[in-house]
């Protein structure tokens, strides 16, 4: 844990340093999870920075994430894009986690687009399924405002509208415009790094969520309190399902997560030329 001041002091040193290496400036801001990166491929490159280079950024070390902050145009719009997350289960500390989301917010930018792959515990739920995230239950064991609070953002900021309706709403219109299977519902988010137990899946059911997963949840409630409008989907992997339940590994989600991707490509590309 870094004390706030010299958090905040290495926020705006590490967006001075992005803005003196980019003439671009976008207001939106897309985070890619795991084996989501393909919408990179749409993205006309300008600029691409690996973490490493840039001062204070955080590393991100699994596998399926390359670690660039890539500037270009998607849509005809300015995007930043952020190919690779910090996840909590590799030991990062929330400020850490949500650094980026500090950074954002620092250099202008206004909607923060997020994926992730996650395992489905909704019955109607298929794998490959894009899920709408509407709202969220946070379950990390350590909350990402704790501490001092970060200047510029409430002390107890309200969570009743997490997830933007009108950008739902553009995206459930896309959709059906464009003929895409999409379902909605809640993204637990829990710390990893272990998949959940058949029972674990039941309970997270029972408490209200249709998706789990590792991410998001830290990066959404910081992107909140910085005051960006957020929009989320999350691409079911594999199913946590009573009687359903198979085996889950790192490399079946990566796959589901990429035949996926196309389809989430289409709705974030469309929605960022509308904007
Ligand atoms: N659980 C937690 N995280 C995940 C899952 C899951 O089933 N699938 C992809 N990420």
Redesign the pocket.
Known sequence: MTDIQTYANQIKETATWIQSHTQLRPKIAITLG?GLGKLVEDIDIVDAFPYKDIPNFPVSTVEGHSGRLLFGHLGGREVMALEGRFHYYEGYHMQQVTFAQRVMKELGMEVFFVSN???GMNPDFLIGDLMLITDHINLFPEHPLHGPNFPGGPRFPDMHEVYDKDLLKMARDIAREKGIRLVEGVYVG?Q?PT??TPSEYRMFHRLGGDA???STVPEVIVARHAGLRVFGISVI??L?LEGVTVE?SHEE?QRAAEKAQPLMCTIFREMIARL
């Open positions: 795991t792959a996650s395992g829990t990893g998949f959940e789990v997963g590792m992997t594999d946590g889950v989600v």
